[in-house]
């Protein structure tokens, strides 16, 4: 069965520092990889995703995320966090993707706060 | 487009009342899915749908039933509540087939159900 371990459920950044937030999974398959973040009350927007292509994937409000087959590693990383930056962020995985459906695992979410 | 809605935003049940969760999506899209979020948990799957009158168990679906009568709509029902439900309820969808995008899920704000 797939998983999705995210180390650290708090991380504390001062404004202008460097967001690191670490993902690793396990598949027995080439997988689909998903990054969300879930601002205080809301629903969770979809931050970037690596589905075949370059590993290096660019998303919204300036974060990224390489894919690492070797290391089975997805991690979030912004250069300059931003007050607004705070909020939870969850990593997931692709279980199956048979004919579109793609059931997510996620993982148990990391809730970055951000210092000025 | 509204995109997903979810009704209502709060709800407070005693244990043993029964209600349902209304999820409507106005993208087109063919798959739908309920989850729960708890705290450190990230969130589980409960049940998803493919398509129209088509539902399925997701990871933890006892004590919920679903209902897929319209394409737009995705219902869950919690027939007898308990406590062990108090919980975040996200409705999400995804895959519009005349699109053939890339599997990315769309959620909605979240129903926040207390069971006293």
């Known amino acids: 069965a797939q998983s999705v371990t995210q180390l650290g459920s708090h991380v504390s950044v001062s404004e202008g520092a460097l967001v690191l937030l670490r993902c690793n999974y396990s598949s027995s398959v080439p997988p689909y990889l998903f990054w969300y973040v879930q601002y205080p009350n809301q629903g969770l927007q979809l931050l970037l995703k690596?589905?075949?292509?370059?590993?290096l994937v660019k998303g919204i409000n300036g974060f990224e995320a390489e894919f690492k087959k070797s290391e089975t590693s997805f991690h979030l990383t912004k250069p300059s966090a931003h007050m607004s930056d705070a909020a939870e962020y969850f990593c997931?995985?692709?279980?199956?993707?048979?004919?579109?459906?793609?059931?997510?695992?996620f993982g148990a979410g990391t809730r970055l706060a951000v210092h000025p | 487009n509204a995109g997903v809605t979810q009704t209502p935003k709060f709800r407070v049940l005693k244990t043993g009342q029964s209600m349902t969760l209304l999820c409507a999506q106005d993208m087109n899209h063919e798959y739908m899915y309920w989850y729960r979020q708890d705290p450190g948990m990230g969130l589980r799957l409960i049940h998803y749908s493919v398509g129209e009158g088509t539902t399925a168990k997701g990871e933890v679906p006892d004590g919920y039933n679903v209902s897929r009568l319209k394409k737009q709509n995705f219902l869950l029902g919690l027939e007898s509540a308990a406590p062990s439900q108090t919980s975040v309820y996200f409705c999400?969808?995804?895959?519009?087939?005349?699109?053939?995008?890339?599997?990315?899920?769309?959620f909605g704000p979240g129903t926040r159900l207390t069971v006293t």
């Open positions: 690596y589905t075949t292509g370059a590993t």
């Open positions: 997931a995985v692709s279980d199956s993707f048979s004919g579109g459906y793609n059931k997510l695992i």
């Open positions: 999400a969808s995804s895959y519009d087939r005349l699109l053939a995008e890339t599997y990315e899920q769309y």
